[in-house]
C-alpha cells in the first residue's frame, strides 16, 4: 500500500462544472495536507493546505480533511480551463517527513 | 524574493557517466528537498535537510547518489555512476520548516531534466 493514494485519473469535467480529487494516507502521524497544482513540464505550485477536521474555503478551492478515515480532499468550483493540470497530495507527518502521491490528471473541457 | 534556484535545467548523459544538480533555497528556508519525478508519476523524496543535517535519506539510493548542503544554504546532489532508469526530472524544494503546519510548504525550484542515454 501507498503511503499517499489518490483516486486514478484521468478525470474530465466540463467548463462550470465541480471537480473533486480525493486522496487517502496511511500515516496516522500525519499532520499537514497540501494540495499542489502541476502544469505539464512545470514545477508543483501550492493551492492550500489544511491541518484540522473540517473544510478550508480559499476562492473556487475547498479542501476537506477527515483524519479519523484519513481522507482528503480537494474540490474546485467553477472549473475553468485554465485548471487542467495534475492536481499532487502530499503528507506531512509529525516527524516532518513529507510524501506525495503520484497526482490525478485533470481536463476541463471548454 | 528569490525563489528556489536550479542548474543546470537539462543535461544529457551516458550511462556510467557522474553529473552534479545544484539547488540554493529560499532564503531562510530551513528545510531542503531533493525529489525525482519521472513521467507520470509524483515526486518522490529522494533526501530531506533540515538546516545541515538529514531528516530522511530512506529512499536515496546510496550506492550511487549523493547529496550534501553545506553551511545549511546551498545543496548539491550526485549521481555516479548514471543508469539508464536515472532518466527523470530531479526538483529542489524549500520549506521555511521547524514550526510544522504551513511552515511545511514547499517551495519548488525549476527542475533539472536529466537524460541518460
Known amino acids: 500500500q501507498k503511503e499517499v493514494e489518490q483516486n486514478s485519473g ?93 497526482g490525478t490528471t485533470l481536463t476541463v473541457k471548454p | 524574493e528569490a525563489g528556489v534556484a536550479q542548474s543546470p535545467r537539462y543535461k544529457i548523459i551516458e550511462k556510467r557517466q557522474s553529473v552534479a544538480f545544484w539547488c540554493n533555497p529560499i532564503s531562510g528556508h530551513a528545510t531542503l528537498y531533493w525529489y525525482q519525478q519521472i513521467l507520470g508519476q509524483g515526486p518522490k523524496l529522494l533526501i530531506q535537510f533540515q538546516n545541515n543535517g538529514v531528516v530522511d535519506d530512506s529512499q536515496l539510493p546510496k550506492d550511487r547518489f549523493s547529496a550534501e548542503r553545506l553551511k545549511g544554504v546551498d545543496s548539491t546532489l550526485k549521481i555516479q555512476p548514471a543508469k539508464l532508469e536515472d532518466s527523470a526530472v530531479y526538483l529542489c524544494a524549500s520549506s521555511p520548516g521547524l514550526a510544522g503546519g504551513s511552515t511545511d510548504t514547499q517551495y519548488f525550484g525549476p527542475g533539472t531534466r536529466l537524460t541518460v542515454l
Open chain 1, 10 to 102: 484521468p478525470l474530465s469535467v466540463p467548463e462550470g462544472a465541480i471537480a473533486s480529487l480525493n486522496c487517502t494516507y496511511s500515516d496516522r502521524g500525519s499532520q499537514s495536507f497540501f494540495w499542489y497544482r502541476q502544469y505539464s513540464g512545470k514545477s508543483p505550485e501550492l493551492i492550500m493546505f489544511i491541518y484540522s477536521n473540517g473544510d478550508k474555503e480559499d476562492g473556487r478551492f475547498t479542501a476537506q480533511l477527515n483524519k479519523a478515515s484519513q481522507y482528503v480532499s480537494l474540490l474546485i468550483r467553477d472549473s475553468q480551463p485554465s485548471d487542467s493540470a495534475t492536481y499532487l497530495c502530499a503528507v506531512t507527518t509529525n516527524a516532518g517527513k513529507s510524501t506525495f502521491g503520484d
